[in-house]
Structures are given as C-alpha cells and as structure tokens.
C-alpha cells in the first residue's frame, strides 16, 4: 500500500467481497447494530449485483457478483431502533421471524441433544440429568415469556433468553461439575452459570 499506493495487491478482501467474487451465500449477523453509511452500501449490491472500488482505477475498481452470491442476515428484535434500517434497503430482504419455542418438552430435547453434541466434542463423558435439564429449560422459558408455568405475572428481563443459551448454561454447567465438583452436578450449578446469561444486558436484571 505504501509503495504502490490502491491496488488489488494491497486490497484485503472482507467476506461481502469473496462472497461476490466467488459466488457464495454470505452470512451478515446483526445487521441493525451497523452504522447507517455501512447498511447503505448494501443496496448497490443486493439490487445490481455491484461492489463498486473508488480507490481502484480501470475495471478493477468495479466487481460484479457471481451466480450464486446472496446475503442472510440476521437481526435481534429487540435490536429495533438501535440502527433502523431504511425502508430501501428493507425491500431488498425477504423477512423470516424466528420465535422462540413455545413448547418446553420440545425445547427440552433440543437442548439435550445439543449439549450431548458439545460434550462429545469435548471429551467429557458426563450429561445433565433429565431433571435437571428440565428445570433449566422451564426457567428460560418463564424467564422470557415473563410469567411462571402457574400463570404468576414476573418482571420482563432486558435479555433476550434463547435456546442456545439454555445449551451454553447446561453445558457450563456439566463442565464446571466435571472439572471443580467430583463430577457432582446440582442445581447450584444451573443457577450460577444462569446469572451470567440474565445479566449480561443490564445488571438490574439481578434483582429481578
């Protein structure tokens, strides 16, 4: 860059980029928490097919997306307003919203068999008893919806409780019991690992 000043030598190419280039589905996670000027340049692209290069000269400081090139992006509801998107680059998505599981029995499985999955990954041969995993699941679920299973009204948290963070508590969970417990795992466990998920928007949240 400094010897030979904009060049497709120095360019370090981002993933938007390569994604173009190659003709592969890009992934955007948080689309509403990007400034304005940087969800702007996304128009040209998704709706030319246009990455435009001002620093390059001649045909280079212009790429055209390949067959295949998209973009999913992904955005927190509860993100709303944080960096709305303008109503120009709405119109260039298609909206899917995801919901989370109103079923406890089936979140349950869920997320059984995704912690089943990650203690595999890690070599720990220990799981969360049903019960246990039960109970985890059915405070999440309270916990989001604001109101026991009894139909007891709780105070709305700041988090967002997903599913994957009951599968990021449960595992916690079992690998601190593992490792610092004998391989003892109790409830005491699911509490402390669930602080840090309820808290992590707002530290009000504790006392709720």
Do not use: W
């Not at 709706?47 to 000269?57: G, K, Q, T």
Request: aromatic share 6%.
């Amino acid at each position: 860059m400094l010897s030979e000043g904009p060049s497709e030598k120095s360019l370090v190419p981002a993933p938007i980029y390569e994604g173009m280039k190659s003709g592969k589905i890009v992934r955007f996670e948080e689309l509403s928490r990007c400034p304005g000027e940087i969800q702007d340049t996304l128009l040209s692209i998704l709706s030319d097919r246009v990455l435009h290069i001002p620093e390059l000269n001649g045909e280079e400081n212009v790429l055209f997306a390949k067959q295949g090139f998209n973009i999913i992006a992904t955005s927190n509801t509860r993100d709303r307003g944080t960096n709305e998107m303008s109503s120009a680059l709405k119109r260039r998505f298609n909206f899917e919203t995801v919901r989370p599981i109103s079923s406890i029995s089936e979140e349950q499985v869920l997320v059984e068999r995704e912690m089943e999955r990650l203690l595999k990954q890690a070599n720990v041969p220990a799981k969360l008893p049903q019960d246990l995993t039960e109970i985890l699941v059915t405070c999440f679920h309270e916990l989001r919806n604001s109101k026991t299973i009894s139909g007891k009204a709780l105070e709305p948290l700041s988090s967002t409780l997903s599913t994957a963070e009951a599968v990021s508590v449960g595992f916690s969970a079992v690998l601190h019991a593992y490792y610092y417990d004998e391989g003892k795992i109790n409830a005491g466990h699911i509490v402390s690992n669930m602080l840090g998920s309820g808290v992590k928007d707002s530290v009000e949240d504790l006392k709720k």
